[in-house]
């Protein structure tokens, strides 16, 4: 099939609205916008910056000032169980960063399989159409084989039937 041939009857099967796959003429059905979709909505990307939010339990001071004994006890108080809090929050955090990192383990291992299973689904396909080619090659000799037992069924059934005329003949 000439590369004309292939295209207009790409375009054509494509224009009759036909859902027929067109591998053969080096098509594809990959989306980059499903390639490139966030694996969350809320994902960070350059997209998606997120936030710029941050944590401030006491508010700025921005003047000097005096401040009495309860104030300085309830602040060393809130900063003790603060500082407690991030010691917590840091282990929290990290401990989110490690599951990130898994789960993106798991992701790459999971598209290094697919690409492994698409690989082998080439390598199949090439098989296939070598395969099929191998079998186009022999139709002629198949075709040769069914003219020659055509023959032979012939000069059998022309035999028989000379041998059929000649008992007649006798009886």
Not at 2 to 22: D, H, V, W, Y
Not at 31 to 44: G, M, R, Y
Not at 81 to 95: N, P
Not at 125 to 148: Q, V
Request: glycine share 6%; charged share 30%; hydrophobic share 30%.
């Amino acid at each position: 099939m000439g590369i004309l041939a292939r295209i207009t009857s790409a375009t054509k099967s494509k224009s009759s609205g036909s859902n027929e796959s067109s591998l053969s003429s080096g098509g594809h059905g990959i989306d980059k916008n499903q390639v490139l979709a966030p694996t969350d909505p809320t994902v960070i990307n350059p997209m998606n910056a997120g936030t710029w939010d941050t944590v401030r339990t006491a508010p700025v001071s921005h003047t000097p000032r005096y401040f009495n004994k309860a104030e300085a006890d309830a602040l060393k108080q809130l900063s003790r169980t603060k500082r407690e809090e991030a010691r917590q929050a840091k282990r929290a955090y990290k401990s989110l960063k490690t599951l990130e990192q898994s789960d993106a383990q798991v992701h790459t291992a999971h598209r290094s399989y697919i690409k492994g299973v698409a690989d082998s689904e080439l390598t199949k396909k090439r098989s296939d159409a070598s395969t099929a080619r191998h079998l186009h090659t022999l139709r002629p000799e198949y075709a040769r084989l069914g003219f020659g037992l055509d023959r032979a069924e012939n000069k059998a059934q022309q035999r028989i039937d000379e041998l059929k005329a000649k008992i007649k003949e006798k009886y």
